[in-house]
């Protein structure tokens, strides 16, 4: 079966510092990655969407970077971190076929203070 | 723009009883709806999907329901347990090539009172 592996559990990270956050998936191979944010009180909101390897695409501006230089690691990074990137961070992988749901890790809670 | 809304933040039901949850969405390029359900501090888990093609799908006490001229969906949980509270997300997707770009709503906290 698939397993999805998201680390550290929680992160407090002062402003102005660097961030990677990895994200792993087992089980299967070549499929879809996301990382997505959830602000406090709010619905999740995708960051980023990967189809393979070294392909990335962004959907909001935004402070952050994401990776994939293997099939199945996904890394999300930020050079210098902002108050304003602070939440609850969520990987999730689908397989490629249409019609099949997104899985999540249990995310990161980011602190930045 | 909020396209996917859920406009109840909470909803409490008696223990044996159905919890209907709502979800509304403007988008009508979305072609493939899911709920999700969340515990604090861990991921969402997948409950149940639907595609625009069908306008019910069930699985066990959940069954999911999508009126698409109306734009909306519902989630049944029928009957309705203790383990059942949690914060539920409907997310909604278009047809695309690739990956999906699901947007959700903002939940609804769910309690069942024994």
């Known amino acids: 079966s698939q397993t999805i592996h998201q680390w550290p559990a929680t992160l407090v990270q002062p402003v102005g510092s660097p961030l990677s956050l990895e994200c792993t998936v087992e089980?299967?191979?070549?499929?879809?990655l996301y990382w997505y944010r959830q602000a406090a009180g709010r619905g999740l909101q995708l960051l980023f969407y990967?189809?393979?390897?070294?392909?990335i695409s962004s959907e909001v501006p935004q402070n952050l970077s994401a990776s994939r230089p293997q099939d199945r690691q996904f890394i999300l990074s930020s050079k210098k971190l902002l108050l304003s990137d602070s939440g609850f961070y969520l990987c999730?992988?689908?397989?490629?076929?249409?019609?099949?749901?997104?899985?999540f890790g249990d995310g990161t809670r980011l602190s930045i203070l | 723009d909020q396209q996917v809304k859920q406009n109840s933040p909470s909803l409490s039901v008696q223990e044996g009883r159905i919890s209907i949850l709502n979800c509304d969405y403007t988008n009508s390029m979305f072609d493939y709806f899911l709920w999700y359900k969340k515990y604090p501090a861990e991921g969402p888990t997948f409950l149940i999907s639907?595609?625009?093609?069908?306008d019910k799908n069930e699985d066990g006490r959940f069954t999911v329901f999508l009126n698409k001229s109306a734009k909306h969906l519902s989630l049944h949980i029928v009957p309705s347990q203790p383990g059942d509270s949690a914060v539920y997300f409907c997310?909604?997707?278009?047809?695309?090539?690739?990956?999906?770009?699901?947007?959700f709503g903002q939940g609804t906290r769910l309690t069942i009172n024994p």
């Open positions: 999730a992988w689908s397989p490629q076929a249409f019609g099949q749901p997104q899985h």
């Open positions: 639907i595609s625009s093609i069908k």
């Open positions: 990967s189809v393979g390897i070294g392909q």
């Open positions: 089980g299967t191979s070549n499929p879809n």
């Open positions: 997310a909604a997707s278009p047809v695309i090539q690739g990956a999906q770009k699901l947007v």
